[in-house]
């Protein structure tokens, strides 16, 4: 597509259950960034892939957080034994370009998915 | 590390008003700075960005930014609002580190 796809655009899990977030990219764009954007806040860094390895994970809170990029283009978000203070937006993000150069490119969002835990 | 203040969680203002939204910034090292917009139900976008050169930067819509390193502040302004304008405004600073946004401001126009 033209745009960074995300699904599922809402869930609603119960407390201590598994999810998959998933993210699609912009064709092309090997940088790909997770974000959270709880009420109120701005998004908040989760993790970065370069091509297929995470670069930078050190926004993860805990270790319930996973997330893989195997073939360097899709991307999913795994949390663990969900608790209510995961919920939140999940945003994904691409670019064309190196950040940890202090790269110039954009950054191009998704629509997020929504993420309640009961 | 990097971190960004928006210094009014809400903003309103009437429709053809002129607004500023402030943002201030703060950094060890040389950053970018950005200005992103979320309208009701989509996802961020790019308003404008300061890279280096000018420091006044044109970003779509008719929004503009204006850097100030001595006060660490990158500011943006709008002359005349329109009510298609409300949305919520990020700031973001990008130095060695992935985009670090502010909580962002809420903007509504009045009609």
């Known amino acids: 597509g033209a745009g960074v796809s995300q699904t599922p655009s809402n869930k609603v899990t119960e407390k201590g259950k598994y999810v998959e977030l998933r993210c699609d990219p912009i064709?092309?764009?090997?940088?790909l960034y997770w974000y959270r954007q709880s009420l109120g806040q701005g998004p908040e860094f989760l993790i970065y892939?370069?091509?297929?390895?995470?670069?930078?994970d050190s926004g993860l809170p805990n270790d319930r957080f996973f997330a893989v990029r195997p073939e360097g283009s899709v991307s999913t978000l795994k949390i663990q034994r969900t608790e209510r203070g995961d919920s939140a937006v999940y945003l994904c993000?691409?670019?064309?370009?190196?950040?940890?150069?202090?790269?110039?490119?954009?950054?191009?969002f998704g629509e997020g998915s929504r993420l309640t835990v009961l | 590390a990097q971190s960004v203040t928006q210094l009014d969680s809400q903003v309103p203002v009437f429709e053809e008003a002129p607004v500023e939204l402030r943002c201030n910034y703060s950094?060890?090292?040389?950053?970018?700075l950005f200005w992103y917009v979320q309208y009701p139900n989509q996802g961020l976008q790019l308003l404008l960005k300061y890279l280096s050169g000018s420091t006044l930067v044109k970003g779509i819509n008719g929004f503009e930014a204006e850097f100030n390193k001595s006060q660490t502040s990158f500011h943006l302004r709008k002359p005349s609002v329109h009510i298609s304008d409300t949305a919520e405004y990020f700031c973001a600073v990008q130095g060695y580190t992935p985009l670090v946004f502010g909580k962002g401001t809420r903007l509504s126009v009045i009609a």
């Open positions: 950094s060890s090292v040389s950053v970018y």
């Open positions: 993000a691409s670019s064309s370009d190196r950040p940890l150069t202090k790269n110039t490119g954009e950054l191009f």
């Open positions: 892939f370069q091509g297929t390895g995470a670069a930078d």
């Open positions: 064709s092309g764009h090997t940088a």
